[in-house]
Every structure is written in C-alpha cells, then in structure tokens.
C-alpha cells in the first residue's frame, strides 16, 4: 500500500473541496462547491514537495475551466511523478502526456448514455496506450450498491464498482482511481465497504480517496483493503488545513514500501 498525494486545482488555485457540492458549470448559475482551503502557493509547490519527498503516483485534477497554466506548472515540476485529470479526450491526452504526466484519468469521455462507450475507450488505448491510462470510476452510493458517476461526480451511471467491472475495464488502463465521492472532503471517516470491494477484486493498483479524518485510517485502508489500496489524503493533511501531519505520512509512506 502507497500514499499517493493530489493536487486539486479550481480557478487556477490549489484546493480542497467537498466532492458532492461541486456542480457543472454554467454562466447563470453560482458556484455552489463548498471549499474546505485554498493555498496561498501555487501548484508547482506541492509538485516539488512530493518531488523531493520521492512520493509517485499522486493526481492532479482540474475543477473545471481556467486550469490549464497551473496544471502545467505541475506537471512540468514532477515530470514523471503526477498523473493528471480533468476533461480529457483523444485529442488532447497528449498534451498533458507531453507536459510531463505519467497518466491520464478519463471518467466522463467514456460514457454515452449512461453505459461506458467501448469504442471510446478502445480509442483512447490505440491513441495513448494502456500504460499512460487511469480509469477513474469514482463513485456514490445508491441501493447498496456504488453507481461511477460522472460530469463532476453528480450523473449515476448504469454501472457499478463490482469484481466483473474491475476485471473487465482492468484490460484498458493501468490503475483505477476511485473516490468516495458521498464523503469526499467531509474528513469524517472512509467508505469501508468501498474499500474492500477495491482491495479484494481489482486485478490492477488502485487509488482510493475520499474521507479520511485520522492518521489512524491508514492503517486501515492498509488491513481492510488487503494491503493492496493505495490512499490518497486531501482536506486532513495539515499541508491543507487538517490536522494530519504530511511529514508523518511520508514518513508511514516509506516504512510500509
């Protein structure tokens, strides 16, 4: 099990948000995200720290428009060391690739209708390769089961986080991320279930985050999860306002590799 850091990026500015509250953007309606913090340094800061730091893997994620400078700015200060998400497509995955991203994450682009489009994603592979790509099937809640949503984590799709969608889209990418979207920056404790679904079904490394709110919850997600679901910290890590020491982590990070 790794931590894997993030890089949240709204209004060009580096964040930490509550997930659900984030809504499709649109001229006539007002921002409705609930921002938990927003960092007086720019995104190339934190690339450097979890450069210097020698911690792989971590996501940077566009919020909607206006991003592209600071996400930039990220990845040409970690080349290599971030994988980046936020709109991206056929056309322009090799432009973040290029910049200096590891991989790319697509949730959105895949689906039609709301069922994942295989000549979509049949098309992102011929364009970039498994290697360079994440499947990001972040998810809510529904009927006990946990529905990927898409278009800012607020449209359910027809499919779900189960071993026969892991194994199956586990053939088209590298990793998988998934948040917890319900508990996204709530800082009030994981979704469990999640991660023991991801620890014991997927054939491939996955990243969970969302709703961490102790250093404790890294041992955790280590045991539920058996040892095999990386974590990633946003709101409580005291680099964002929590309360969670970053050095701490690092420093779990390393012992447990």
Known sequence: MKFRPCIDIKNGKVVQIVGSTLQESRAEAPDTAITNFESSHDSSYFAKLYKNNAIYGGHVISLGSGNHDAVISAL???AGGLQFGGGINPDNAAIYLDAGASHVIVT?????????DMDRVKLLVKKIGKKNLVLDFSCRKRDEEYWIVTDRWQKFTKVSVNQKNLEQFAKYCDEFLVHGVDVEGKMAGIESYLVEILGRYSPIPVTYAGGVKSFSDLDLVKRIGCDRVDLTIGSALDIFGG???YKEVVKWHKSNQ
Not at 108 to 116: A, K, P, T, V
């Open 76 to 78: 040409h200060a970690f």
């Open 108 to 116: 959105s682009y895949l689906f039609s209708d709301g069922d994942i």
């Open 243 to 245: 309360t969670i020491p």
